[in-house]
């Protein structure tokens, strides 16, 4: 979905009328549920698809609210009321509002649905209890939008909104295609419309951490008293009128949700700052301790970061995210035990978090625990069966176990949920040239590249199954693109050094071996590889030196095979 946030001039002619009750208790969220699915509608087009909540009903004539973005296409769209029914909508019906990520549509029908009871948005404070209904986006592996209501907590309500009237954060494990869905209270009441999703997982790409995730927590949406106050200045008549609200010195919540859009955009250090005006106002602000651990992770200060989620566990001993985020930062630290001691933490406290069976996968086969590992990825697939990033790592796993076979077809399955998924293109090749097959390992390296054009490995792994037919030149080249992007691959300097050796340009191969050597002084191949040019240029003493060197390496890490063969050599020219 594109979020092109472009701003109507006007808005026209649209008469709601609001409902809002004289008494409301707390329900539970089984009631809240049924209540929301009740007011919950799917607005649907051919290319995408997005949520709205029914706010009014005059005669046959339903209104809708949702979020601007949702409907910003000029284009056909159906809304889908909660009985299957779809409704063609008139675009030029359409209101968008000014300034604002909201739009009013409308539709005709003789059946009767529920209408949302409209709350008080200014008394969701942080803390109280949030809900959130929508219809997420269909995918190769949910051919059908289905609906989604998800619970979590008010983590700020700012007096001074972001671009697009966004000033409400909550916790909720939101989904693309929920936006424009309704945000609900603990009484079942509409307290805002949701906009912006929590994509609630950041990568660390490497071969240590290939699919590392971290919580963010991080969801916005524009309170419901905004859309009363607009849609009153609008001309726009509403029954529940919006609650005065008096002008006050910036609160902890404000410099909260201006701290998550900074972060959102890259600036660390802003959110950290952010972050700690936010404590400094409020000290027991459990979600300022927790986004300025995550913007620390972000810089590397993985010490900072624990510091912060220690003291927002102090405050919530059983806030499972916390101890998701701190283990991430342990096992960056190298605290692997300590990492898997905080996901069993988690799961302690949510057996059902399939996020930490996936990270505790990831460290127990860094700690060459594979079977370990995979019983995780195995957890995590129970948990939700179409999650393609546990497919991922139990592939990535599979093949350290040199079962290529049963990575490719958990590559395969990543690839059927996301299409458009370059690590699991890229493990795919990484797998077929285990197998021996370089050509279907550079289909789909050149796949990987399609997708992530940027991606160093995929040109090391593409030029190490060019080498492995013969054509070294197009295999220097790919070498060579990925130094481009990252300079400090001792592999792929290794790799075009055996490619000029190929060439016999041996002061070449000699030259990238050596830069291999400075960022690894512990590169065997590259030693041998050196040893080999050497002889090559009849220098018999450097030659010597570099294969017993190598030799010693593969000695300690119990490759006999090339220990044998690099005293072998060193025999020979002895």
């Known amino acids: 979905m594109k979020f092109d946030y472009a701003f109507a001039p006007t808005i026209i002619g649209v008469s709601i009328a609001l409902t809002q009750p004289q008494i409301a208790v707390a329900l539970s969220s089984a009631e809240v549920a049924k209540l929301g699915k009740a007011i919950t509608v799917l607005i649907d087009n051919k290319n995408d698809s997005g949520t709205g909540v029914i706010i009014q009903r005059q005669g046959n004539t339903y209104t809708v609210l949702t979020a601007k973005h949702v409907v910003e296409a000029q284009t056909e769209y159906e809304i889908v009321t909660p009985d299957g029914q779809r409704y063609a909508l008139n675009y030029k019906t359409v209101k968008k509002l000014p300034a604002v990520d909201l739009a009013i549509l409308q539709f005709t029908s003789n059946q009767t649905y529920a209408v949302a009871k409209i709350g008080n948005s200014d008394v969701a404070t942080e803390g109280t209890t949030a809900y959130v209904a929508g219809f997420p986006k269909t995918s190769p592996a949910f051919s059908n939008s289905i609906y989604n209501f998800t619970d979590g907590r008010i983590t700020a309500n700012a007096s001074k909104a972001l671009r697009d009237g966004y000033a409400l954060v909550y916790s909720n494990n939101t989904l693309p295609g929920m936006s424009g869905g309704p945000v609900l209270n603990d009484k079942g009441e509409l307290v805002g419309i949701h906009g912006r999703v929590d994509t609630t997982e950041n990568f660390e790409i490497s071969d240590q951490n290939p699919n590392i995730i971290i919580k963010t927590g991080f969801n916005l949406g524009i309170p419901i008293n905004s859309f009363l106050k607009l849609s009153a200045k609008a001309g726009v008549y509403a029954a529940v009128k919006p609650p005065s609200k008096s002008v006050a010195a910036p609160k902890a919540d404000d410099f909260y949700i201006q701290a998550g859009e900074k972060y959102k955009n890259g600036d660390f250090k802003g959110a950290i700052a952010d972050y700690t005006q936010a404590i400094r106002l409020n000290p027991n602000y459990l979600n300022a301790y927790f986004g300025r651990g995550v913007a620390s992770y972000n810089l590397g200060d993985n010490k900072r970061a624990i510091a912060d989620y220690n003291q927002a566990l102090k405050i919530n001993p059983n806030y499972a995210n916390a101890f998701i985020n701190r283990g991430v930062s342990r096992s960056a630290l190298g605290d692997k035990q300590g990492a898997i001691a905080d996901y069993n933490q988690a799961l302690k406290i949510d057996p059902n978090y399939a996020n930490a069976y996936i990270n505790r996968g990831i460290v127990r086969s860094a700690l060459r625990d594979n079977k370990g590992a ?5 957890q995590a697939l129970k948990i939700n069966p179409n999650y393609a990033k546990a497919y991922y790592n139990r592939a990535r796993t599979r093949s350290l176990l040199r079962d290529q076979q049963g990575a490719i077809a958990d590559y395969n399955q990543a690839l059927r949920i996301n299409p458009n998924y370059a690590l699991a293109y ?31 490995p995929a040109y090391y792994g593409r030029g190490n199954a060019r080498a492995a037919f013969g054509d070294s030149a197009e295999a220097m080249a790919d070498y060579s693109r990925a130094l481009r992007i990252n300079p400090n691959d001792a592999k792929a300097y290794y790799g075009r050094g055996n490619a000029r050796a190929a060439f016999k340009d041996n002061q070449g191969a000699i030259e990238d071996y050596n830069q291999a050597l400075r960022i690894n002084p512990n590169f065997a191949q590259a030693y041998y590889g050196r040893g080999i040019v050497h002889s090559a240029l009849e220098d018999k003493k450097k030659a010597i030196a570099d294969f017993q060197k190598a030799a010693n390496l593969y000695k300690a890490q119990g490759n006999t095979n090339y220990y044998q063969k690099a005293l072998q050599l060193i025999r020979k020219l002895q």
């Open 374 to 378: 995979i019983a995780d990825y195995n």
């Open 426 to 456: 890229y493990g795919l090749g990484y797998a077929y040239a285990g197998l021996g097959d370089n050509k279907q390992a550079i289909t789909n390296y050149n796949q990987t590249l399609k997708i992530n054009p940027n991606f160093a």
